[in-house]
C-alpha cells in the first residue's frame, strides 16, 4: 500500500475530498506510475567491527578492582564492576567461609551470565575478568631463544650479529 492511497484513504474517511474529482486533471502527474531504472546494485565491503568499547575507552588504561568482600551484599558490586567490563580480584581472607561460599556462588553465576571467566589464583583469592580480558598464568617457554639472545654478546668476537627473530 503506497503512501498515496493510504492518505486517500484517510482523508475519505475523514470526509475530505473525492478522488473521481480530479481524475481527468491533466496537469496531475501520478508518481507512483513513473518507473526510474533500475541501478545496478553497489557492493560494499563492510568495515572491520570495532569493538564495543569504543576508541574513547581504548585510550585509556583499563582498570582492574580489588575487592576484600564482608557481606554479600558486596558481590552485587562485584557483578557491577564485570558488567563495566572491569576485571576483579576478590580476597577473602578476611571474610567468613559461609559469606565466601555464597559470594562465589553468586560471581560464578555473573560471570558465566557476561560470557566471563572465574579462576581461583591463590588461597582465598579470586579473579574474575569480562569477556574481553583474556587470562594467561602459565609460564611462556622460550626455549634456546635466551641462550641465542645473550650469545652473540658473550660470543668474544665484536663482528658477531645479534639472532634474528
Not at 564482608?70 to 578476611?94: C, G, H, M, W
Not at 555464597?102 to 579473579?127: C, E, M, P
Not at 569480562?130 to 645473550?150: E, I
Request: charged share 30%.
Amino acid at each position: 500500500m503506497g503512501l498515496k492511497s493510504l492518505w486517500n484513504k484517510v482523508v475519505n474517511n475523514v470526509g475530505g475530498f473525492n478522488d473521481d474529482d480530479y481524475e481527468n486533471d491533466d496537469d496531475y502527474v501520478d508518481e507512483e506510475d513513473e518507473v526510474e531504472e533500475a541501478q545496478p546494485a553497489r557492493r560494499t565491503v563492510a568495515a572491520p567491527r570495532r569493538s564495543s568499547l569504543g576508541s574513547a575507552q581504548s585510550d585509556r588504561p583499563m582498570k582492574m578492582m580489588i575487592v576484600e568482600p564482608e557481606t554479600f551484599d558486596d558481590s552485587q558490586n562485584i557483578a557491577d564492576y564485570l558488567r563495566e567490563r572491569k576485571p576483579v580480584v576478590i580476597n577473602f581472607e578476611n571474610t567468613a567461609a559461609d559469606v565466601s561460599k555464597r559470594v562465589v556462588d553468586f560471581i560464578s553465576g555473573a560471570t558465566y551470565a557476561l560470557d566471563g571467566n572465574i579462576q581461583k589464583v591463590g588461597k582465598d583469592i579470586f579473579l574474575c575478568v569480562p569477556s574481553n580480558v583474556a587470562v594467561d598464568h602459565g609460564k611462556r617457554d622460550y626455549g634456546d631463544f635466551t641462550a641465542q639472545l645473550t650469545s652473540w654478546q658473550t660470543g668474544g668476537e665484536e663482528t658477531q650479529q645479534p639472532p634474528r627473530v
